[in-house]
């Protein structure tokens, strides 16, 4: 897996770039910002091809469920994720569940 730093923000103001990253450490149960880490690794898994990081979107989008169960960006996160690993028919209630909790999600 190649090294490479994100930035990316949805929904919540971010004063730094590392401030995702000091959530988690302080709030490791923080669903939306899991959430979106897994959207986050999902968009580089695509842009540069290493489906290692999809794994670890799975990984997140997993714990962020666990979390908050109707968190649509999780949702749709595990359905992108099991997409990309091969797995396209595991993803279609997740993607289902997003659109269901959120009508307005245009990635479910």
Known sequence: MKKCTIYYTRSISLNSPSYGSTILREQPENAQVLSLKAYALNKLANLIKDWEYSRSA?????KALELSPLNDIALTSKG???????????????????????PRNKYA
Do not use: C, K, Q
Not at 58 to 62: G, I, V
């Open 58 to 62: 799975l990984a997140a989008a997993e």
């Open 80 to 102: 992108w994720a099991l997409i990309d690993l091969g797995r396209p028919s595991e993803s279609i209630p997740y993607l289902i569940r997003a659109t269901t909790a959120n």
